[in-house]
Every structure is written in C-alpha cells, then in structure tokens.
Nanobody, 128 residues
Framework: QVQLVESGGGLVQAGGSLRLSCAASGRTFTGYTMAWFRQAQGNEREFVAA????????YYADSVKGRFTISRDVAENTVYLRMDSLKPEDTAVYYC?????????????????????WGQGTQVTVSS
C-alpha cells in the first residue's frame, strides 16, 4: 500500500521560499507520476506540478511556472517541491499524490480524480 507523507510547510513572508518534501513508501514507483496539488480554504483542489518517476517529464500549472520546481530523489523515494517568490495567493494545504497516469500525460496529470494515493497535506501560509 502506497504511503505518502508530506513535510516542510509553514508560515513565510511574501517573496520567501519553502521546500516541501513527500516521502513515498509501500512499493517501487517505477512508472509512477508524482504530483503536488493544493487546496485553499473554500476552493477546489488544484494542480500545482507533476513529475514522472523516471524524471523524463515535468509539468507546472501556469500560476507557479518559473517560481516552483518539482524534483525527486529516487534513492530516497522522496519528491520535493521548491517554492520561491511565494505570494499570499499560494496559501493552501499542499498535497502529494501518486499514480500511474496513462494516456495523454500532459492532460491527465492535472486531474486529481486520476490519482489513487494521497498524503495528509501540509499547510503553507504566505503573509503579505
């Protein structure tokens, strides 16, 4: 059974940086897509970034492109989300997700309904 545990959230001022971690366990992740989603209070869960476990492809939401970087450490079974130039509108609970995403990857990887495994989330709060 896949387990995902996020860490690294916190309170930061606008313009600051944070690095989120997602420790993955329970199986080998070859062929998996690992993604970050976020959910602000009162809003639906939205896609942030995704990476193939192979590292071949990454994909970002337009709202974070150029500010956030997703990466993974295969040896540590950990996925990271480096967040720079943070804005108050980045405030949300950030979730790690994992699944084998088939079909059109750049389209399907943004869909939270296609992910079968989720972490518990970590709060990120950006003050103005």
């Amino acid at each position: 059974q896949v387990q995902l545990v996020e860490s690294g959230g916190g309170l930061v001022q606008a313009g600051g940086s944070l690095r989120l971690s997602c420790a993955a366990s329970g199986r080998t992740f070859t062929g998996y897509t690992m993604a970050w989603f976020r959910q602000a209070q009162g809003n639906e869960r939205e896609f942030v970034a995704a990476i193939m476990w192979s590292g071949r492809n990454t994909y970002y939401a337009d709202s974070v492109k150029g500010r956030f970087t997703i990466s993974r450490d295969v040896a540590e079974n950990t996925v990271y989300l480096r967040m720079d130039s943070l804005k108050p509108e980045d405030t949300a609970v950030y979730y790690c997700a994992a699944h084998v995403i088939g079909g059109a990857w750049f389209t399907n990887t943004k869909r939270p309904d296609l992910y079968g495994s989720w972490g518990q989330g970590t709060q990120v709060t950006v003050s103005s």
